[in-house]
């Protein structure tokens, strides 16, 4: 069975980093893309970044100019590059495997199990 595992959470102050990273396998990569995701306590979860095959890049407004995704294509791993972090970035962060859906659009249909980033003023 196909595993993502987070990693690269914990906790900050105001202003800090963090780096997030999810290895993968042979098979993700199969997919259209991968991305990741954030749900905030009392929310839904939501789109952070996403970076398709083709290496088009996509952010949520909220992350844009901070935060950086990238994958490492040798490694096989996926990476979010979180700068200048604020508290309103606390939530749990989900790595999530892309995959076109009937109507061929790119979706997030594997998931990992999540890792805790917490930024404190």
């Known amino acids: 069975q196909v595993q993502l595992r987070e990693s690269g959470g914990g906790s900050v102050q105001t202003g800090g980093s963090l780096k997030l990273s999810c290895p993968t396998s042979?098979?993700?990569?199969?997919?259209?893309?991968m991305g990741w995701y954030r749900q905030r306590p009392g929310t839904e979860r939501e789109l952070v970044s996403t970076?398709?095959?083709?290496?088009?890049?996509n952010y949520a407004d909220s992350v844009k100019g901070r935060f950086t995704i990238s994958q490492d294509n040798a490694k096989k791993t996926l990476y979010l590059q979180m700068n200048s972090l604020k508290t309103e970035d606390t939530a749990v962060y989900y790595c999530a495997v892309l995959f076109e859906d009937s109507s061929l659009t790119c979706t997030p249909q594997l998931w990992g199990q999540g890792t805790q980033v917490t930024v404190s003023s």
């Open positions: 970076i398709l095959t083709d290496g088009t890049t």
């Open positions: 042979e098979y993700i990569f199969s997919g259209c893309g």
